[in-house]
């Protein structure tokens, strides 16, 4: 980040009204109440309660480091000011709120808002004192992190964190293991009716501290321990590895059970295609924001060549109709890529839309509704078989998603560091020097937009026969934008980036299946604070961790030094 | 014998002449610079000739064959590489990846080749990183193989890029002010650098360069550029002492002063 200027009491003031502000907002879009019906710690705190401390404590924190670089003790003094402003700011509304009807103009600002957000006190002065206080006492708290030794504090967010997740996997745990024997002690022992219970809590919490202080005194023994074997048993250690994870990752199914097993094959369905766009924005720099076309040519090849439906045709198996798919998206990622070869940024990004859109109108039209369904879809797309076993239900597509993922990323980590994958990067970096160093900038940019298709078509023909009917609105831009938005998250360029990114943005949003109203909402915030806080991703690759928390150098002064001699 | 020839070639862009009726002819293994006052049409004509610029009239002809029309890339597996007047490496490359990208033009693997590790592409990818730490080694960049291109200092930027344009076996190299920014002790470097160049590499160099020390001291050949058009040729004590070459630097006053003295 760039350099801070020292923090005063006008940034203080600035960043309490902020926080005022952000819990104001976030009560009247009506995340507040609907998430309060979520108990994290039963009978003690819920998610609503949560995502209302969430701003006064992590401004409190940033301001008290930004005004600790001059004067230690300021910082928690800051905090406490900025605080007490936010406390302030949502006293005023819980007031306002309280004696005047604001329902007529915000639906959310109901009673029972009003409740959570002053914990049940009945009179309106001492709501507000509460507010203040509480506002100040949180940002305090925030600010005491500052202080904390840098172990501590990241111990201790991580087991606020786990505490709070594993509260909101309770449902989902209970769906998953709810039959299992084992299960029920444990979930005696850590649950109670709504939330963990106070045993539960806390076992959790002293565990994850344990764990993140040992790993941060002693987690480089083991690496260290095995940089001392010798090179042959290193080796075996790490084909172990391999194995023990495909092993574990074979049997998750198994363990799951049908719901988790679906959010993991749509989360895998992503994580092919994210693996592809990569390819075309991450590692090549093409702007694609139409890449669902491809994922669509990929489905509906696929649904037209099995499906024996009224629309059959060929009623192909679907290890045949598999390559037609691939092979037909990679055309026409081609075919894209030959009028857009000219374009950089912004246009290719504005023609690729357009692509995009095209094929999802083609595909609704009535021109070719006889051969694929129009709006009504292609229906009975069967199953894939592989012998007399039917890749069936979500426990089974699994399998088949999981065998898309291991090889589409097999290719993908092979390009990258190959010569092909240089130019690409080339190409990224400065398409003129690239040229003029020897790339065909045809040849590397079509293979970048063809590969990436080719991922695409894969995906869409899992996808197909996942469902087994497809229609056209699950071809819509918000999946280019997801895709494009999971890569950015986790880390443009990374190939763990994109496994990491798929889980957050795909991933996280099906465990809050009650939220999807706000699914959108915390999309973009996720996104914007991203972008502020860790711009190269959660998972990023090695140089662009590098790139990021390098001072920024005088690239910009370097570009803008004239052409001319 | 003359490896690049510049046959009457002339640049308009629109109203404006950049290059105008120009001939150059640059002899193997030479060291050949081109002088003149900025706006002068000396990185036009490298661009020219490297292809990025389609020449309004004239020809290019390297080896005998005119590179007239051809892409860029392709000129550059023909054997002329390039360094650039404001640096352009890839910046988020590391220095061994940015020259891996110089030696691309050299290589061969493809997608197949890439995806299935054939012997042949690991063979290739061993020997193009050998020679990738070799050049780097040659410009005398030591242990920077897996810094990024932009976190290197100044002069060793300037380095690197010549070492990535080096790494694509050119058979000329044009060097677009290599000096440019450098203090007087980096410049006497890249001046003896230069010339080790040509002399153990055996390549032939197109200089473009303002520090009239560099290019006296190691020039064989000197073009002075005014205007897009060649006002004087000749070898560098021939353009010293040039009247002409004076006035376009100088201006008129100083050159009468000039003849003067010399009288």
């Known amino acids: 980040?760039?350099?801070?200027?020292?923090?005063?009491?006008?940034?203080?003031?600035?960043?309490?009204?902020?926080?005022?502000?952000?819990?104001?907002?976030?009560?009247?879009?009506?995340?507040?109440?609907?998430?309060n019906e979520r108990y994290i710690v039963a009978?003690?705190?819920?998610?609503?309660?949560?995502?209302?401390?969430?701003?006064?404590?992590?401004?409190?924190?940033?301001?008290?480091?930004?005004?600790?670089g001059r004067q230690g003790s300021k910082g928690l003094l800051m905090s406490l000011l900025l605080g007490l402003v936010a406390g302030a700011v949502v006293a005023g509304f819980v007031i306002l709120g309280t004696s005047v009807n604001l329902r007529t103009v915000f639906i959310n600002a109901a009673p029972k808002l009003f409740d959570v957000l002053t914990f049940g006190r009945e009179s309106a002065a001492a709501a507000a004192l509460w507010a203040i206080a509480g506002g100040g006492l949180l940002a305090v708290l925030g600010g005491v992190f500052t202080l904390l030794s840098s172990w501590l504090r990241r111990a201790l967010v991580m087991a606020i964190t786990s505490v709070v997740l594993i509260g909101i996997l309770q449902e989902l745990l209970n769906i998953t293991f709810g039959s299992r024997n084992w299960f029920k002690p444990v979930n005696e022992f850590f649950f109670e009716q709504?939330?963990?219970?106070?045993?539960?809590?806390?076992?959790?919490?002293?565990?994850?501290?344990?764990?993140?202080?040992?790993?941060?005194?002693?987690?480089?023994?083991?690496?260290?321990?095995?940089?001392?074997?010798?090179?042959?048993?290193?080796?075996?250690?790490?084909?172990?590895?391999?194995?023990?994870?495909?092993?574990?990752?074979?049997?998750?199914?198994?363990?799951?059970?049908?719901?988790?097993?679906?959010?993991?094959?749509?989360?895998g369905i992503y994580i092919i295609m994210g693996l592809g766009l990569n390819i075309v924005v991450g590692y090549a720099g093409l702007l694609d924001l139409g890449y669902v076309a491809f994922f669509a040519i990929g489905a509906y090849t696929m649904g037209i060549l099995t499906t024996v439906?009224?629309?059959?045709?060929?009623?192909?198996?679907?290890?045949?109709?598999?390559?037609?798919?691939?092979?037909?998206?990679?055309?026409?990622?081609?075919?894209?890529?030959?009028?857009?070869?000219?374009?950089?940024?912004?246009?290719?990004?504005?023609?690729?839309?357009?692509?995009?859109?095209?094929?999802?109108?083609?595909?609704?039209?009535?021109?070719?509704?006889?051969s694929i369904g129009g709006a009504q879809g292609i229906l009975q797309i069967p199953k894939a078989h592989i012998g007399g076993y039917e890749f069936k239900g979500p426990e089974q597509v699994y399998y088949l998603v999981l065998f898309g993922i291991a090889l589409v990323a097999f290719v993908a980590w092979r390009l990258r560091d190959a010569r092909l994958g240089r130019a690409w990067k080339a190409v990224r970096e400065d398409e003129d020097v690239a040229e003029a160093m020897g790339i065909h900038l045809v040849n590397t940019k079509l293979m970048a937009f063809a590969t990436g298709a080719a991922f695409a078509g894969l995906s869409g023909a899992i996808f197909a026969a996942k469902l087994g009917s497809i229609f056209p609105h699950s071809f819509n831009l918000i999946v280019s934008i997801?895709?494009?938005?999971?890569?950015?998250?986790?880390?443009?360029?990374?190939?763990?980036?994109?496994?990491?990114?798929a889980f957050i943005l795909v991933g996280m949003p099906e465990l809050l299946r009650e939220f999807a109203d706000y699914r959108m909402l915390m999309y973009g915030a996720l996104l914007v604070v991203m972008m502020l806080v860790k711009p190269e991703g959660f998972v990023p690759e090695a140089t662009h961790q590098r790139e990021f928390h390098e001072d920024e150098e005088e690239i910009e002064a370097d570009s803008l030094a004239a052409e001319t001699s | 014998m003359a490896i690049l020839e510049v046959i009457n070639v002339t640049k308009q862009f629109g109203g404006l002449t950049a290059v105008s009726d120009l001939s150059i002819s640059i002899a193997d293994k030479a060291i050949y610079s081109v002088i003149g006052p900025n706006g002068a049409g000396k990185t036009t004509l490298f661009n020219c000739a490297t292809g990025f610029y389609r020449v309004t009239s004239g020809d290019i002809v390297l080896d005998g064959d005119s590179l007239v029309g051809l892409r860029p890339d392709v000129i550059a597996r023909r054997g002329i590489s390039r360094t650039y007047q404001n640096i352009r490496l890839f910046q988020n490359l590391t220095a061994v990846e940015n020259v891996l990208v110089g030696h691309h033009p050299r290589m061969s693997a493809g997608w197949f080749g890439a995806v299935f590790n054939t012997p042949h592409t690991r063979q290739?990818?061993?020997?193009?990183?050998?020679?990738?730490?070799?050049?780097?080694?040659f410009v005398g960049l030591n242990g920077v193989d897996k810094e990024l291109a932009k976190n290197l200092p100044y002069g060793a930027q300037r380095r690197l890029e010549i070492a990535r344009a080096l790494a694509s076996e050119p058979k000329l190299l044009f060097l677009d002010e290599p000096t440019a920014g450098m203090n007087p002790s980096e410049t006497s470097g890249m001046t003896e650098f230069i010339k080790q160049l040509r002399d153990t590499l055996g390549i032939t160099i197109l200089l473009i360069e303002h520090d009239m020390r560099v290019v006296m001291q190691i020039s064989d050949l000197i073009s002075v550029l005014d205007y897009g058009?060649?006002?004087?040729?000749?070898t560098p004590d021939e353009i010293r002492n040039n009247p002409r070459v004076i006035e376009a630097y100088l201006g008129r006053g100083a050159a009468t002063q000039h003849e003067a003295q010399a009288a």
């Open chain 1, 1 to 35: 980040m760039k350099e801070e200027s020292p923090f005063t009491y006008r940034d203080a003031l600035q960043f309490g009204l902020i926080a005022g502000i952000l819990v104001i907002f976030i009560s009247l879009v009506g995340m507040v109440v609907a998430f």
């Open chain 1, 43 to 68: 009978q003690t705190i819920t998610l609503g309660q949560i995502i209302v401390f969430l701003p006064p404590l992590t401004l409190g924190y940033y301001g008290a480091r930004r005004a600790k």
């Open chain 1, 194 to 267: 709504k939330g963990l219970s106070w045993t539960g809590a806390i076992v959790i919490f002293v565990v994850t501290v344990l764990i993140s202080v040992w790993r941060t005194f002693y987690g480089d023994r083991p690496a260290k321990a095995m940089s001392r074997m010798s090179p042959q048993s290193q080796r075996s250690i790490q084909i172990g590895s391999l194995v023990l994870g495909g092993i574990i990752l074979l049997l998750v199914p198994r363990f799951l059970g049908p719901y988790p097993s679906e959010i993991l094959t749509t989360v």
């Open chain 1, 309 to 370: 439906g009224k629309l059959s045709t060929m009623e192909w198996s679907f290890w045949l109709a598999l390559p037609a798919a691939v092979l037909l998206a990679l055309m026409a990622g081609i075919i894209l890529g030959i009028p857009v070869l000219k374009m950089r940024g912004d246009y290719l990004a504005i023609v690729t839309l357009g692509f995009g859109e095209i094929i999802r109108i083609v595909v609704l039209s009535d021109w070719l509704k006889p």
């Open chain 1, 482 to 501: 997801n895709v494009l938005s999971l890569i950015i998250v986790g880390g443009i360029g990374s190939l763990p980036g994109v496994v990491a990114g």
């Open chain 2, 124 to 137: 290739e990818e061993k020997e193009a990183l050998g020679k990738a730490r070799e050049l780097l080694q």
């Open chain 2, 229 to 234: 058009k060649k006002i004087a040729e000749g």
